[in-house]
């Protein structure tokens, strides 16, 4: 199933069915233990994010090609830091750029496949990983890279935490349309531009591995969501570095999820 989550005209947060580029088909029930088709067609005034995560896990240097790119060695473990919740924004909404950094913020993409956890899990072996997954959604980890790298005292989370800076979206589709998510293309395009091409299968830590081992010792929610690293390509390792800048368009694409797409927009 193919799930979005949006804004009916009378702003009331529903998820459905997406039947056209402003109507779908409502669903009721709970995202968590269940959403069934009612029939009834319903407006969309907004596209919203596919959900309000509870927690945001993020894997960093997560594919053998990006790196490469950055000179660093491939990971022993997971490198693993958080986003706040407040970072979350939906398709088609504005990624603002932050005015905090006086040098400039040196804003950069990051096209990422998102899991979204379903069910409480806690160590669980990588054999039955998968099936605590709800689905899967598209990401973009925006990333400040001055921040990333000055400004937080040697840890990323900082520049990786602006408002706007977690776009999700534009739906989330249900584990059983993706049997294996390490199977997916996945790509970035800057104004029309293909910077980010890659493969899911090049992760060094696979979907399955990554829930096993975020789940040791530590309960995952309903609700969590795992951004699980992206592929070569990003602006800071290009020569010259490429950076968004306002009036850009950011297009993230997913194989068998779609493309989520964001403007650049001054603070």
């Known amino acids: 199933m193919r799930i979005a989550r949006f804004l009916d005209p009378q702003d009331q947060i529903c998820f459905g069915i997406p039947t056209g580029s ?85 804003v950069d993409y990051e096209a990422e496949l998102a899991v979204v956890i ?19 959604t598209v990401a973009n980890d925006i990333s400040a890279r001055r921040w990333q790298k000055y400004g937080g005292g040697g840890q990323w989370v900082r520049g990786k935490s602006f408002d706007s800076f977690c776009p999700l979206g534009p739906v989330l589709v249900t584990a059983e349309e993706i049997p294996d998510p390490q199977a997916l293309t996945i790509g970035c395009e800057l104004n029309g531009q293909q910077l980010q091409s890659g493969f899911t299968g090049d992760m060094i830590f696979s979907v399955a591995e990554l829930i096993s081992r975020l789940s040791r010792d530590t309960t995952l929610l309903p609700g969590t969501l795992i951004l699980t690293g992206t592929p070569s390509g990003v602006g800071f390792t290009r020569n010259p570095p490429v950076f968004l800048s306002p009036g850009d368009r950011v297009r993230v694409s997913i194989e068998g999820i779609g493309i989520l797409e964001n403007r650049i927009c001054a603070p």
């Open 22 to 106: 402003r109507s779908a088909e409502l669903l009721t029930g709970n995202l968590y233990t269940g959403l069934r088709p009612s029939g009834e067609t319903l407006m969309v005034s907004k596209w919203l994010a596919p959900l309000d995560p509870l927690n945001i896990f993020c894997i960093g240097l997560n594919y053998r090609g990006h790196a490469a790119e950055t000179g660093a060695p491939i990971p022993e473990h997971p490198i693993i830091f958080m986003k706040p919740t407040s970072s979350v924004t939906g398709p088609d909404d504005p990624i603002l750029l932050p005015a905090s950094c006086a040098q400039g913020p040196e």
């Open 118 to 136: 379903g069910k409480r899990t806690k160590d669980v072996p990588v054999a039955a990983a998968l099936e605590t997954v709800l689905g899967y």
